[in-house]
């Protein structure tokens, strides 16, 4: 629990600090080959801070990015036609679905592979107001660390 807290402090501090940097940034000319406004498509949002395609990804991306930023979703739709934003076939990659709904694991003939696992199609919108995002990580590392982009 204290590990938790301690790791939402420093997720808010980080967010503070950016938007802080961020409102303090004077524009320059762009450094591009037309000169023009770079094309930014924030696909999943702002997901190296916030879980991919998170109502925050998405909230942070606008707020810090440029007027024209494009953002990009991966649509799944529910059993009652309602797309959300879901970077995955499956819920159980990018959500806690497997912890609210055990017993709704499902198997469907994908691309001619049996995959199985929870997927949109078998919930309402409804039914998924109490699943959460959870950010991706590997050995405790955000997926969009440094570490894994050679300098």
Do not use: H
């Amino acid at each position: 629990m204290r590990n938790s807290s301690f790791a939402v402090f420093l997720e808010l501090l980080l967010l503070s600090s950016v938007m802080a940097l961020a409102s303090a940034w004077e524009p320059t000319k762009w450094l591009t080959l037309s000169g023009n406004a770079p094309l930014v498509i924030a696909r999943g949002g702002f997901s190296g801070l916030f879980p991919d395609s998170s109502y925050y990804a998405y909230s942070f991306a606008l707020t810090v990015s440029v007027p024209d930023v494009v953002m990009w979703c991966d649509v799944q739709l529910t059993k009652d036609g309602v797309g959300i934003c879901s970077p995955y076939l499956t819920l159980q990659n990018s959500t806690n679905i497997g912890d609210t709904f055990s017993n709704k694991e499902n198997s469907y003939v994908v691309n001619g592979v049996t995959t199985k696992g929870w997927f949109s199609i078998d919930f309402t919108l409804n039914d998924l107001a109490n699943v959460y995002c959870k950010s991706e990580t590997l050995g405790g590392i955000l997926s969009s660390s440094f570490i894994f982009y050679p300098t």
